[in-house]
Nanobody, 112 residues
């Protein structure tokens, strides 16, 4: 069983940056694909970015060029660096492992 805990959310002004972290209680080496999802009020949860154990990455079109996903297997941690944040990035961000494991979520609010 793998447990995921997110951190790093908060309130930031438009154009600002945040870095989210997701720490796994188990070894994430056994997880092929780690992903970050987000869910805004009244909207469906959507994939933001994912990274495989081979470090292949995938991004939603809406965040390409602004967000970067990375993983550090030695620290059992996946990161999401978010730059040039926009109000439409406001959502609860969730960490996911292989579609099976979910964190509790961390709130990101982009507002002036």
């Amino acid at each position: 069983q793998v447990q995921l805990v997110e951190s790093g959310g908060g309130l930031v002004q438009p154009g600002g940056s945040l870095r989210l972290s997701c720490v796994a209680s188990g070894r994430i080496r056994s997880i092929y694909r780690m992903g970050w999802y987000r869910q805004a009020p009244g909207k469906q949860r959507e994939l933001v970015a994912s990274i495989t154990s081979l470090f292949n990455t995938n991004y939603a079109d809406s965040v390409k060029g602004r967000f970067t996903i990375s993983r550090d297997d030695a620290k059992n941690t996946v990161y999401l660096q978010m730059n040039s944040l926009k109000p439409e990035d406001t959502a609860v961000y969730y960490c996911n492992g292989d579609g099976n494991y979910w964190g509790q979520g961390t709130q990101v609010t982009v507002s002036s």
